[in-house]
C-alpha cells in the first residue's frame, strides 16, 4: 500500500513539474511575440518570434500560434525580398528570396481569415506588379491582377487592394498591355477562389 502511495505521489509530482513547465512556455509567447515585432520594426531580417520553450511546440498548439506565425515570417520574407537591390551582381538572390515570399505568401492566403488572406494576396499583387513597373515581369501582370481582385473579393474594406488594382489596369491599359481572358475568375495564387482569413495589419 504505501509503494502506491509513493508511486502515485511520485506521478503527481512529476505532472505537477510538467505544468509548471508548460505554463512557463505559454508565458513566453506574448513576450517572444512582442519582442520579434519590435525587432521587425527596425530590422525586419532580424526578427525572431519563436520563444525558447521547454516542451517544445506544445504551447504554441494550445495557444493557436501558427497562424500568428505563418503571417509573421510571411511579411518578414516580402519585406526582405521587396527591399533587396536591383543589381545584375544580385539578380538570382532576389529571384530567390521573391520565390520564398510568394510561397509564404500563398501559404498565408489559403489558410487564413478573409482579411489576413486579403492582405498576404495584396502582397502577392505588388510583388507581380513591382516587376511589371521595372520592365522586368509583364508576363506576371495577370497574375499580380488575379491577385488584387481576389484580395477584394475576400475583404471590400481593403482599399490598398482596390488602388493597387485600378492603377495596374490603368497602367497596363496606357502601356497596351492586354491582361489575360481569366481575370475575372477570381483564382489567383492560391489556386481557389477569393480568400480566406484574417491578418492583422501590416503593424508587425
Known sequence: MSALRLGAAGCLAAL???????A????????ALGS?????SVASARASWQPATRLGGL?????GTRDDLAIRRALQTYRVASSMPHRLDNAL???????DAQDELANVARGAPSRRSSQALTLLGILGFSGFATGTGESQVDEA??????????D???DLAKFDLELLL????????????????GLGKTGRHGAGAGIPGSGY
Open 16 to 22: 505537477a513539474v510538467l505544468v509548471a513547465l508548460l
Open 24 to 31: 512557463a512556455d505559454v508565458r513566453a509567447w506574448p513576450a
Open 36 to 40: 520579434g515585432d519590435s525587432v521587425y
Open 59 to 63: 504551447s504554441g498548439d494550445l495557444l
Open 93 to 99: 538572390e532576389r529571384q530567390t528570396a521573391r520565390a
Open 145 to 154: 491582377v488575379s491577385d488584387f481582385t481576389d484580395a477584394v473579393r475576400a
Open 156 to 158: 471590400p474594406a481593403n
Open 170 to 185: 490603368r497602367l497596363t491599359a496606357a502601356h497596351g498591355t492586354r491582361v489575360g481572358a481569366g481575370q475575372g475568375s
